[in-house]
Structure formats: structure tokens, C-alpha cells
């Protein structure tokens, strides 16, 4: 058999254990290209200090990371280790700190991730450098440690080349050669290399690279300061050379600082500083390359490091007998939400991206990308590191800078789920945009619009729902940051009376041509060849029946439907599968239009008499749409409600925005209409069981786990993902959980136990006015049963939990369908 001849330009540690991963799964043809010399090639891994922490918000990323790091455990390399697990070490300097660490413990509590939270004195035991009386605590995980980067690099790539591989230094390439949107090879400063397949690995050289290709990576490279102790005497003898390092690594992320062991040496990396982008094209390529000059490090700036001296001998007193004796400014990639890219360019065939990559997660990044580019998809859930997850704004330069410089800012912060970006804000705003600023909107921002969270004007009417009775229980500080209670009374106001939801920035698509019914008929599970004017929720899996997205698909006109979906990755996955033969447009309409949810039993008495249509239960039946006016305005409803209330999503040209808002509201008024906001949103669409795709469930997950079998049909031809559905079985489920204490609120991605194991964690959360208790999906073990009791860790406390059957309100789809 033969396999593609692929490619790899750069020879770092992602080119290196990719080329070991492919030939693990039996590519033999792979040419790993650098400019550089082996192996310390110049780029960000020949100067990396290896230290390794699995745990992150995101479970993806920790899940790169844990591979990465057994698996260098297991490398070989004459000259010692690959890795060491020493232990990482976060310690708290501050209550916001160690509270977080809880956070974080949870995170790692419901990976898999092994840890523990210690008092100072134990700490200390660990780390006897630190000054018992500066901490509060910290957080343990054992297996965390060292990468010796260089080390697995060579190690790694030793192994690929006794499967065949040829890694060649001194290889520049200029130019990536294509035709008819294929890549063919890469043109180097002396030939051409022949070529299925081209990795893009090249470091913080990525933007400069896919611009060749059309293609706009976002990454930024920065500069960070990396500096090395004279010797501290206590440590004198300790550590062999060989085994360089026995204390855990340690971060002092209040003072943006991590420390390693070099000897009797410490090695302090700073996040403190200003950010200091570098212009690649400004660093010296042909500089000679030995370990101590290579293009990726700059000189060092003893100014900027100041403050980092002065809180390392805080923590660490020992130091201050010392000074640094030795730094640099090492350059490696920021992005602008911190995570990797990868993928493969969706017009250039055969160009893949494994970019933005620490050592810490480079070898999860290799074996996914390995995975994707051998099977046709990528082994877990990749919707948080995908080439094609941007929006087309956040694509811009100024954005990337902007962004990815606030990501090297934050990267030790405490940050808080709905911690709001500051900048750059208002680029995206519905018609709707000043009216809702005079409401009192407290906005925040998603996929750059500006969505409002609740409105100020509805405070009154909080005031009064309280003087009626209804409870609000007083939230602990973290939950009720960026949070008010006025959501509770929005998400009250539309069960009861009637409220217009901005929901402009629901991604829309149109497809239309005679090849339109059949290729959403092939994307999706549900059936759509349905009459004029259906409505339909359906599902996009992967080959392996993952659920990619979830869908409604309205049919406008026979080949013209119009798509609900969830994000830039649903319009690439579209835009791959469209046939070459022009059959189909796709067309992204969410701009160009603009959509308002009138939603709640008084919805019928609002809109009916603004519009000629026939607005009875029979008139326009649930799950349909219809073209019709309000006023002089031309408009598209939808009797659709993500909220579970009677009412429609109401569709128009951006130009009528304004006009449609004022109509409404006017008609509004006397029924007692409000603008309510994603709070409330959030919580109504978790009472009536509604699932968020990417957030409650993603690839990894059936449709059958996830509670969603109603939307797939099985006698159905065929649809992507099909014929691997039976073939799945699943261990977990999505449930519903209720939590016992009104007053306990939880946020997302806390770990829940039965007895002492962990046996599974929340997605989405949001509190419900209608049963008074917080409610929660979660990943569940699947033969836990409803009434079954369970612990919900959230920061310092554990709350009790109910698993309850869902949908909690309406099962029955009355508020719906009348
Ligand atoms: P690189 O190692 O930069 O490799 C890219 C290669 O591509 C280079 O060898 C380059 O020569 C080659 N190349 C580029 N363009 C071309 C071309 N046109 N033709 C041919 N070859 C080309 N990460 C951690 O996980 N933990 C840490 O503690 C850590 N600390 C760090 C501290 C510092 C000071 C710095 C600077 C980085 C640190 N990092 C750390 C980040 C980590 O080093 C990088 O993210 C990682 O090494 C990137 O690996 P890479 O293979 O993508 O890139
Ligand atoms: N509105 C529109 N499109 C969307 C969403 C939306 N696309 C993306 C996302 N939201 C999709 N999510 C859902 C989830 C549930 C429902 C609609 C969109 C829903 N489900 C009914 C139910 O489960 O009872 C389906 C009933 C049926 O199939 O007949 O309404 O908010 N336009």
C-alpha cells in the first residue's frame, strides 16, 4: 500500500512528533524540512524550559496535554530523561487565588488529571524554598513536571526516521507549489520536494507562512522573559546533572511567575511584563545558530524583569542572597483565545496547520493531527483549537494583535467565564443596538457582537416581582459576578407574560440550487424533504457520528432553506461538502439580516394584530415558517422558541431592524413587553432541556448520549455519520441535575461525584426561576437513574444534587403547541 507523501516544514517539537505519529500509523513517506540545523533548529523548542502543567479550562487542551506528557515519559534518549515528573506546584499569594485553585482542582478532578490542595506547611515539605508566611495554599498534580523539549524532539524523530521518515536540516522552504487547489510540494532555496500533504509546524513563523497560501493564521509572536539564577546554596549538590531537577515546577501566577530547577540554579520565566510582539521579518534568519543565538531569542531587557527579581525573592527568600545571572527574551506564539490551531486549509487541498503549540501540548496536537489526517477526523473534540473557528473580524490584523497581546496579559490571570473582553468592543451590533443601550443593556460580547446579558430598565420590574413573592436567593461573589438578579425576573416575565429576545447573532445560513435538499439531506440526520415552510431540528455528525452541530432548517421556497446554526466551524463543514458543480450557494446572511424571539404566553396577543397572517395554533403551526409583513416591513416568522415559550423568531433585512424593534414594543407595551436578555435566555433553554452544541455536547458524544435521538432517522438513505451509529455505544449521558439549596449556583465544568468517585462534570448551568434551584447539565455515567443523589464540587464548597428527567418545564409541550 502506499501512503500520501507528506511534507512537514519545521522540525521543532509539533514537526517532530507528528512525523512520529504518522509513521506510528504507517505513512512511510514523510520529509521533515527545516531551515535550521538539527535539532536545536533556532525555533521556540530549542530554548524552551519545558515545564509542563496538564490542567486548563479547557478539557481539550488538558487532554493534549496528558497524552503529551505520558507519552515523553515513555520516549528514549541516550543522554537521559525526556521528562521528569517532578510535580507542578501552584501556590496562592491571595484569596481570589486560592479559591481559583479549588476551581482548578475541580477542573482536574473531572479529567482524570491527579492532584491535591495542600495548607503552606505542606507546600513547603514540597518546595522548601517558598516562605510558608506568603502563601495561602496551593495545588499539587503530581505527574505534572519537565519536558526535556530537545531531548523528544530527537527521540521522536529517531523513531520516525526507522520508520522512513527523512528529516533534512538547512531547508528553507519559500514557496508551497499547488495546482488545481492541491498542493503538489514545496519549493526549498534549492529545489523542489514532491508533495500530497504539507504540514504548516513552523512556530511562530506560521502567520508569515500561510500567507503564502492565502491563509490567515492567527497567531502573534511574543517575546517572554526567561532568566536563570546565580546558585542558591541550599540547593548546592542536590540535583545530579543528569537528573537537573527534583523540586516541582512552581508557578506564583499572582505575579505572573514560574520557577524550574537547572542544578542548584533557578530558572524564572515572566508574564508580568509589557507585551512585546516581535515583527518576525525583522530577526535575523542566517544569524549562526548554536544554543545560545538562534532567531527565536532576543536579547534581554533587565528592565522588564525588575518587579519579576523583586517577587521572586518574596516567595522564594533564598534568592535574595543571589541575582539573575543570565536571560533572554524568548519568542513563541500567542493566539487570541490562547488555544492551538489546527486543520487543514479548506481551498488549498493537502495544506495542513498545527500551529500556536507549547511543548506542553505538543504531542496531543501531533497524534490528533495524525488522527485527522489518516482517518479523515481528528480523534477528540477539536472545536476549541480549529483553523476555522474565527469569525471573519477576528481575522483582522488589528484583532489578532489586539487580542492575542491580551492574552499574554491574562495568561496567569483569574478569569472568570463571563469575564467580557475589553477590546476591541462594538464591532458587531444588531439594528437594534441604540435601542437596547437606552434599556440599560449590560452587554457582553460573543463572536465580536454585542449581545445584552439583562437590561437596567428592567429593575422596576424585578422590585415588583419580588413585592409578589418571587425568591431570589443571594448568590456567593463569584457567582454573581457579571450577573444580576434582573435576569431571574426576565426569564420569570417571559413565562408569564411575553419577551423580545435579540437574537440577530444566531448564526444563519442560505442555501439554495437545485443540489441544495440533497446535500442537506447527506449533512444532516434529520429528514428535510419536507413541504414549503417546514421547520426542522436536525443534526450534523462526524463520519464516527459525533455530534458536530445541532441545526433548524427551514425550507423558504422549494431549493432555498434556511439554516439556524452555531458558528464558523458549521460554515466550513458546509462549505467542504458542497458539490463542485454549482448546485448549491451558500451564502452567510447573519449580517445582512436580523431576527427578534417574541416569546411567552402574550406573544399571539402582541404580534397578532401587527401582521395579516393567520397567527392561530392552526394558522402557523409549530416548527413552521412563513413569509408575511409586519407594518411595511417584510418579514420571515419562524414558530420556533429555544426558551420553550409559544412565539416566533422573527426575521428581516438589517434595514427594517429599528422600525420592526419600535413596532413591536409599541404593540407591546400595553401587554407588558420587556427586552430580556442571555441570562435569562440561558437558564429557560436549560429548564426546557435544550441542548448547546460545542458546550453540552460535541464529537464526542451520539446523538442517542446526548438525549437526542429524536432527531436522527435511521431510515433515512444515508446521512454523514450513519453508518457508524450502530456501531457506537455509549457509557455517559447528558442529564439534568437540580441542585438542593436554592441558593447554590454553579457555572460550568465542575466535576460530579456519587459517593467518592467522580463520575462525571457539568457543561452549562443557569438558575431557574420556575422550579427556584439552580439547574445543570451533566456528563453522566449512563445507568444513573433519576432521583439519584450526587455532589457537585464548586469552588471551597460541595453542593447536593438531584438527577432530574428533563425537560423540568413543559414536558408535555403545552406552553408550545397551543
Ligand atoms: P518551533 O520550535 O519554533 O519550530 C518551528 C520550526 O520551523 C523552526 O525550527 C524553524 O526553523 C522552522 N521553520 C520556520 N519557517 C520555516 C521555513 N519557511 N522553512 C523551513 N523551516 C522553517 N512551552 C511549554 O509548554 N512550557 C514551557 O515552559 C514553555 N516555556 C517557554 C519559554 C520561553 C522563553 C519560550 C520562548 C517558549 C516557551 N514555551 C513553553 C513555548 C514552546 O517553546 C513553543 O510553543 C514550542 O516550542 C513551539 O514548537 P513548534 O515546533 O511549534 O515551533
Ligand atoms: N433558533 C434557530 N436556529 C438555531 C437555534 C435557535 N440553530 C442553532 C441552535 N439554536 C439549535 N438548537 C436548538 C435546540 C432545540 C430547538 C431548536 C434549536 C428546539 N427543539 C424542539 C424540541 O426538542 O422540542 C424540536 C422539536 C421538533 O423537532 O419538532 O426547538 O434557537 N432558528
Known amino acids: 500500500m502506499t501512503t500520501p507523501k507528506a511534507v512537514i516544514v519545521g522540525a521543532g517539537i509539533v514537526g517532530s512528533s507528528l512525523a512520529d505519529e504518522l509513521t506510528a500509523r504507517g505513512w512511510t513517506d514523510v520529509t521533515v524540512l527545516d531551515r535550521g540545523p538539527l535539532f536545536a533548529t533556532g525555533g521556540s523548542t530549542s530554548h524552551a524550559p519545558g515545564l509542563v502543567f496538564a490542567t486548563n479550562p479547557s478539557k481539550t487542551m488538558t487532554e493534549l496535554a496528558s497524552y503529551t506528557l505520558e507519552k515523553f515519559s515513555s520516549l528514549e534518549h541516550p543522554d537521559g530523561w525526556c521528562f521528569n515528573h517532578v510535580g507542578g506546584l501552584e501556590v496562592a499569594t491571595t484569596e481570589a487565588r486560592w479559591t481559583d485553585l479549588h476551581r482548578k482542582a475541580g477542573w482536574a478532578a473531572s479529567r482524570g488529571v491527579e492532584h491535591e490542595l495542600l495548607d503552606p506547611a505542606e507546600c513547603v515539605a514540597l518546595h522548601p524554598l517558598i516562605d510558608p508566611d506568603t502563601i495561602l495554599g496551593g495545588l499539587h498534580t503530581p505527574r505534572d513536571g519537565l519536558a526535556k523539549a530537545l531531548r523528544a524532539v530527537e527521540a521522536q524523530a529517531t523513531r520516525a526516521m526507522a520508520r522512513g521518515a ?12 499547488e495546482s488545481n487547489g492541491a498542493v503538489r510540494g514545496v519549493r526549498t532555496t534549492t529545489g523542489i520536494v514532491d508533495a500530497d500533504i504539507v504540514v504548516c509546524c513552523t512556530g511562530f513563523w506560521g502567520r508569515e507562512f500561510g500567507r503564502r497560501v492565502g491563509l490567515t493564521i492567527p497567531l502573534v509572536p511574543m517575546a517572554h522573559q526567561y532568566a536563570i539564577t546565580t546558585p542558591v546554596a541550599s540547593r548546592a549538590g542536590v540535583n545530579s546533572p543528569l537528573a537537573e531537577a527534583s523540586l516541582p515546577i512552581l508557578r506564583h501566577q499572582d505575579q505572573d511567575l514560574y520557577f524550574r530547577e537547572h542544578g542548584d540554579r533557578l530558572g524564572i520565566g515572566y508574564y508580568g511584563h509589557r507585551p512585546m510582539p516581535s515583527d518576525v521579518g525583522a530577526l535575523d534568519y542566517d544569524a549562526v545558530i548554536s544554543l545560545d543565538e538562534m532567531p527565536s531569542k532576543l536579547a534581554f531587557t533587565p528592565g522588564d524583569f525588575e518587579e519579576a527579581w523583586l517577587q521572586s525573592a518574596a516567595l522564594l527568600p533564598e534568592l535574595g542572597d543571589g541575582k539573575v545571572e543570565e536571560g533572554f527574551n524568548g519568542i513563541f506564539s500567542f493566539t487570541p483565545d490562547g488555544h492551538s490551531v489546527m486543520g487543514e486549509h479548506r481551498e488549498l487541498s493537502g495544506f495542513w496547520v498545527a500551529e500556536a503549540v507549547w511543548v506542553t501540548h505538543s504531542a496531543g496536537v501531533a497524534r490528533t ?28 490584523d488589528d484583532f489578532i494583535l489586539t487580542t492575542s497581546s491580551q492574552s499574554f496579559v491574562e495568561v496567569y490571570d483569574v478569569i472568570h467565564p463571563h469575564d467580557q473582553r475589553k477590546a ?51 448568590r456567593d461573589a463569584w457567582s454573581a459576578r457579571h450577573w444580576s438578579p434582573i435576569a431571574v425576573a426576565e426569564a420569570a416575565w417571559t413565562r408569564s407574560h411575553v419577551a423580545a429576545y435579540d437574537m440577530t447573532p444566531l448564526t444563519r445560513y442560505e442555501l439554495s440550487g437545485p443540489g441544495a435538499l440533497d446535500l442537506l439531506q447527506r449533512l444532516t440526520t434529520n429528514n428535510l424533504d419536507k413541504s414549503v415552510g417546514s421547520v426542522t431540528y436536525t443534526l450534523m455528525l462526524d463520519e464516527k457520528g459525533g455530534v458536530r452541530s445541532d441545526l433548524t432548517v427551514a425550507r423558504l421556497r422549494e431549493q432555498t432553506f434556511q439554516v439556524g446554526a452555531n458558528g464558523p466551524t458549521d460554515f466550513d463543514w458546509i462549505s467542504r461538502h458542497l458539490p463542485d458543480d454549482g448546485s448549491v450557494s451558500l451564502r452567510d446572511i447573519t449580517g445582512a439580516t436580523c431576527c427578534i424571539g417574541l416569546w411567552g404566553p402574550l406573544a399571539r396577543t402582541v404580534l397578532g394584530p401587527l401582521t395579516p397572517l393567520d397567527l392561530t395554533n392552526d394558522g402557523l403551526r409549530y416548527f413552521r415558517s412563513a413569509a408575511t409583513t409586519i407594518g411595511s416591513i417584510p418579514v420571515t416568522l419562524m414558530r420556533v422558541s429555544y426558551v420553550g415559550e409559544l412565539g416566533w423568531e422573527i426575521y428581516t433585512s438589517a434595514e427594517y431592524g429599528r422600525a420592526l424593534w419600535d413596532l413591536i414594543f409599541d404593540a407591546g407595551a400595553p401587554h407588558g413587553i420587556i427586552a430580556a436578555g442571555r441570562i435569562a435566555f440561558n437558564s429557560l433553554r436549560i429548564e426546557k432541556g435544550y441542548r448547546s452544541a460545542g458546550t453540552d455536547m460535541t464529537i464526542e458524544h451520539t446523538p442517542s448520549a446526548a438525549g437526542l435521538d429524536f432527531a436522527v432517522r435511521m431510515s433515512k438513505d444515508t446521512f454523514i455519520g450513519k453508518e457508524a451509529l450502530p456501531q457506537r455505544d455509549s457509557t455517559s449521558q447528558l442529564r439534568t441535575l437540580r441542585l438542593a439549596d436554592p441558593a447554590a449556583v454553579v457555572l460550568g465544568k465542575e466535576p460530579v461525584s456519587f459517593g467518592d468517585d467522580v463520575v462525571g462534570y457539568v457543561t452549562s448551568a443557569g438558575w431557574s426561576p420556575t422550579v427556584g434551584a439552580c439547574l445543570a447539565f451533566a456528563w453522566l455515567p449512563s445507568d444513573v437513574s433519576d432521583g439519584t443523589e450526587v455532589h457537585v464540587a464548586y469552588l471551597e464548597t460541595t453542593y447536593r444534587a438531584t438527577v432530574v428527567a428533563d425537560p423540568v418545564v413543559d414536558p408535555e409541550m403545552k406552553r408550545i403547541r397551543r
Open 369 to 396: 493531527m495524525a488522527e485527522w489526517m489518516v482517518d479523515g477526523t481528528p480523534g477528540i473534540d477539536v472545536h476549541e483549537t480549529d483553523l476555522y473557528r474565527f469569525e471573519d473580524a477576528a481575522l483582522t
Open 424 to 474: 476591541p468592543r462594538q464591532v458587531r451590533t444588531s439594528p437594534f443596538y441604540e435601542r437596547q443601550v437606552a434599556l440599560g443593556a449590560q452587554f457582553w460580547e460573543a463572536g465580536l457582537w454585542e449581545r445584552p446579558a439583562w437590561f437596567e430598565s428592567n429593575g422596576a420590574l424585578l422590585d415588583s416581582l419580588i413585592a409578589d413573592g418571587l425568591e431570589i436567593p443571594a
Open 166 to 177: 527523512r528529516f533534512l536540516p538547512h531547508q528553507d522552504v519559500v514557496e508551497v507549489v
